[in-house]
């Protein structure tokens, strides 16, 4: 099995705490600390130190990482280069372009990931998702050490995931609000996604940017990851999203669904610091 080597240093405005809390704040998965603990494969300042010890301003930690497991299956390269935002040593974040999957069934060749493999050499690992439609910051992780980290981030709202719609506000009254109608599928049409008290929970909030006539601009925060859950939500309060084929009745054949992801917050896997990618 790859063994995968990490080292950073305690921030020096942080405050002392124990190795196991170091581990815990940095998301490491339980299983993962296990290991840690029994090889001793988490060094400070290249001793190991048991778990209550403290780590103090200024510390060298190093992790080394070798029971990493992952079930994913390798993306082919598509031979084109994606638009590329932010690169470090763990994460690649693109532009995806409306119209495009985020990743492929059996043996696409066309998808964001795939053009990920080709600029990488290496097949990436999905961290989340965009919709085909919707263009903007897609997330990728460069190898299968920091997946279980980002997927933390995701659940205790660390990754946040930002978003602009231009809407059609036919009811849209107040300036902000929370969306939590839940989702699930839509029995008459396989495709689309709907509001049903049996579906999944979903949180939506919004802001009005700017309104012209008709129209608003809306910035969108996530706080669940549901398939459609902006354009089914921001539908379900009669403010469709401009250009959206599935949930607007006004949709135009040839219109571009107007939703951008246009900002990304996250805490660098096997670091302390945050990162904010914006287009």
């Known amino acids: ?29 339980r299983k993962w600390r296990h290991f840690l603990r029994t090889e001793k494969k988490i060094l400070i300042n290249d001793h190991y130190l048991p778990l209550n010890f403290l780590v103090k301003a200024g510390d060298k930690i190093q992790i080394t990482l070798d029971h990493v497991e992952t079930l994913q299956h390798p ?12 690169e470090d040593r763990n994460i690649l974040v ?3 372009p409306s119209g495009q999957k985020t990743h492929p069934n059996l043996r696409e060749t066309n998808t964001a990931l795939n053009d ?24 990728v992780a460069k190898n ?17 995931r930002e978003y602009f719609a231009w809407v059609n506000n036919k009811q ?15 029995p008459t049409d396989q495709r689309k996604r709907m509001i049903r008290m049996d579906g999944l929970p979903a949180i939506t909030h919004y802001q009005v940017i700017k309104t012209c006539g008709t129209k608003s601009k809306l910035a969108i925060q996530l706080g669940t990851g ?6 089914v939500h921001l539908a379900s309060i009669d403010c469709p999203i401009i250009g959206d084929p599935l949930y607007n009745s006004n949709y135009q054949k040839g219109d571009f669904l107007a939703l951008e992801a246009y900002r990304l917050t996250f805490q660098a896997p096997f670091s302390f610091k945050k990162i904010q990618v914006t287009l």
């Open 94 to 96: 693109i532009n995806k």
């Open 144 to 160: 299968p050490a920091v997946v279980p980290i980002l997927n933390r981030q995701l659940t205790n709202k660390t990754l946040n």
């Open 75 to 86: 993306y082919l390269p598509s031979g084109k280069i994606p638009d590329i935002v932010y």
């Open 226 to 231: 549901r398939t459609h859950q902006i354009r």
């Open 116 to 139: 990920c493999a080709t600029y990488l050499h290496s097949s990436p690992y999905i961290v989340h998702r965009l919709d085909m439609l919707t263009h903007g910051l897609l997330l």
């Open 172 to 186: 849209l009254k107040d300036e902000q609000g929370i969306i939590k109608s839940p989702i699930g599928a839509d």
């Open 1 to 29: 099995m790859k063994e995968y080597n990490f080292s950073l240093t305690y921030p020096n405005d942080f405050p002392p705490i124990t190795v196991d809390t170091l581990m815990r704040q940095l998301l490491l998965p």
